[in-house]
């Protein structure tokens, strides 16, 4: 993320840093917990958050290479100039179906509903 959306950032690095963080994220499809306990499960918590950081990697790179201005720590070299009639009510990052997002519940059916 530092080598691709660092604080000053042109829109092709940020093209390859949206291709190469979506390279990691796809890999998280192979990942598996082999801890089954409940107990101090250090491997079930470590994924969860491994996850949780390359979804936010991918909506924050996303949204990085979407912006096309400068405002604030957000410098893009080819948009250098601010736009004050854009209008930032609401964004929000969603993740799309390919995003394979599990719930912790999917991730260790082990865990009752309550």
């Not at 950081?53 to 720590?73: D, F, H, K, M, Y």
């Amino acid at each position: 993320m530092q080598n691709y959306a660092a604080v000053f950032r042109t829109g092709d690095v940020l093209k390859e840093g949206v291709e190469k963080v979506h390279d990691v994220y796809k890999k998280l499809d192979h990942l598996n917990v082999s801890d089954k306990g409940l107990i101090w499960n250090t491997d079930l918590i470590e994924t969860l958050e491994l996850q949780n950081i390359a979804l936010n990697a991918v909506q924050t790179i996303e949204s990085a290479c979407a912006r096309e201005e400068s405002r604030g720590a957000h410098a893009r070299e080819d948009f250098p100039d601010r736009m004050d009639e854009y209008d930032y009510k609401a964004a929000s990052g969603r993740t799309s179906e390919e995003a394979n997002v599990r719930t912790l519940e999917e991730a260790h059916p082990l865990i009752p509903r309550s």
